[in-house]
DNA sequence: AACAGAGTTGTTAGTGACTAACATATTGGC
DNA sequence: GCCAATATGTTAGTCACTAACAACTCTGTT
């Protein structure tokens, strides 16, 4: 049960070394699965494909819970987005570094940036849920979550490529921009923002 | 110079009919290639890939055009979504049906529905650019640009999905919820959308 | 009609992602 | 230490996609 884990965990770990190392491109599953002394087979018994080793995330329901606790009077888009900015505040800043450096491999490279979207239609469709609970029309909550869901990635993709600058102020700028009447601040990221526009 | 076009319509919308009869997984390049009577190899020289032949579309600056046109005075958000909603007005209902056949195709399958997503970066990026004219930042014109897309897309793959319905309504209820407070009616699929809430 | 050269297509042989089937280790509970 | 589950390897294959080069087919010119 645990060793399973541990083989994960160094396939995963020397694929990355070796897309930072060589490229994306140039790294070849064989060659992940030989610096990892696996076969190709053991790779993909833990990873569904080449991407999956840099993007697949463990399902988190911390997004539809937040998306939940905003108060229902809002309208669904302030919601999504109030419920967004609290789960990420809960992430500490420390604990992003690997998040980054995968998200800034797959920034350059179209096919892994559009996996990327794959994965988070899971987290839309999860908002889209939630916001279905105050009695939303269906399609009224997947636009309203796709819109955050779109905002936020172009914010977290220009987090993974800018070299500077915490995760924090770039997804309160974009959410504030889709409810630019609400005071936004002061909610995320304990201690990094205060004012915005 | 004619005679390539004309392979390129063959290849395509063989693919097309073998998509529909046999599934896009179980269709291989080969069979389309036997189809259209050509060869692989000329298969990709008029497209990219498998999914490219599905979904390339050659690029149309129309939407950042009228993007550009709706008054500078607006907040980026409320530029984007009504821009949208202008150059959406001008395509003819009755040219959509290749597009919607298209896209039914893609929303089953996971990888296509990413590699659409891909394809609508392009039209994200010249959005954000059209912005910036009136001096938004980068990463403002940005946000506002994903969010429109993101709520767009969620518009189009439900008109794709459901058999009933025109996608004006659907793009308008979208861009309505991104910018509440204004009256969007009456600019899109003239006759079809009046009142909306 | 014959020709030249540009544009278009085919052949072949290869790489790399990914899968199915089956054989073999390895592990953890008894 | 033994047994059943779990984890891994081998092999052989399919399919998307590419490079290199050969062959073909138009078009206009003489």
Same mark, same amino acid.
């Given at each position: 049960?645990? !060793?399973?884990?541990?083989?994960?965990? $160094?396939?995963?770990?020397?694929?990355?070394?070796?897309?930072?190392? %060589?490229?994306?491109? /140039?790294?070849?599953?064989?060659?992940?699965?030989?610096?990892?002394?696996?076969?190709?087979? $053991?790779?993909?018994?833990?990873?569904?494909? !080449?991407?999956?080793?840099?993007?697949?995330?463990?399902?988190?329901?911390?997004?539809?819970? /937040?998306?939940?606790?905003?108060?229902? %009077? +809002?309208?669904?888009? &302030?919601?999504?987005?109030?419920?967004?900015?609290?789960?990420?505040?809960?992430?500490?800043?420390?604990?992003?570094?690997?998040?980054? !450096?995968? +998200?800034?491999? /797959?920034?350059?490279?179209?096919?892994?940036?559009?996996? +990327?979207? &794959?994965?988070?239609?899971?987290?839309?469709?999860?908002?889209? %849920?939630?916001?279905?609970?105050?009695?939303?029309?269906?399609?009224?909550? &997947?636009?309203?979550?796709?819109?955050? +869901?779109? /905002?936020?990635?172009?914010?977290?993709?220009?987090?993974?490529?800018?070299?500077? =600058? =915490?995760?924090?102020?770039?997804?309160?700028?974009?959410?504030?921009?889709?409810?630019?009447?609400?005071?936004?601040?002061?909610?995320? $990221?304990? =201690?990094?923002?205060? %004012?915005?526009?």
């Amino acid at each position: 049960m645990s !060793k399973s884990r541990r083989t994960r965990a $160094t396939i995963q770990s020397a694929a990355l070394d070796l897309f930072l190392e %060589e490229g994306y491109n /140039a790294t070849t599953v064989e060659r992940i699965s030989v610096a990892a002394g696996v076969s190709h087979m $053991t790779f993909f018994r833990y990873f569904r494909s !080449k991407d999956g080793v840099l993007l697949d995330d463990p399902y988190d329901p911390a997004i539809g819970a /937040a998306v939940e606790e905003q108060p229902g %009077e +809002m309208v669904p888009l &302030e919601r999504a987005c109030r419920g967004i900015l609290s789960a990420w505040s809960d992430v500490a800043e420390e604990d992003l570094g690997d998040v980054r !450096k995968r +998200m800034s491999i /797959a920034v350059g490279h179209p096919q892994l940036r559009a996996r +990327m979207w &794959e994965n988070n239609l899971a987290t839309q469709h999860v908002i889209a %849920e939630a916001l279905r609970t105050t009695g939303v029309a269906r399609l009224e909550a &997947e636009v309203a979550a796709g819109a955050c +869901m779109g /905002a936020l990635l172009v914010a977290l993709i220009d987090w993974a490529t800018a070299g500077e =600058g =915490g995760i924090g102020e770039r997804i309160q700028l974009a959410m504030s921009q889709l409810i630019p009447d609400s005071d936004v601040s002061g909610r995320v $990221t304990r =201690g990094i923002a205060q %004012e915005l526009p």
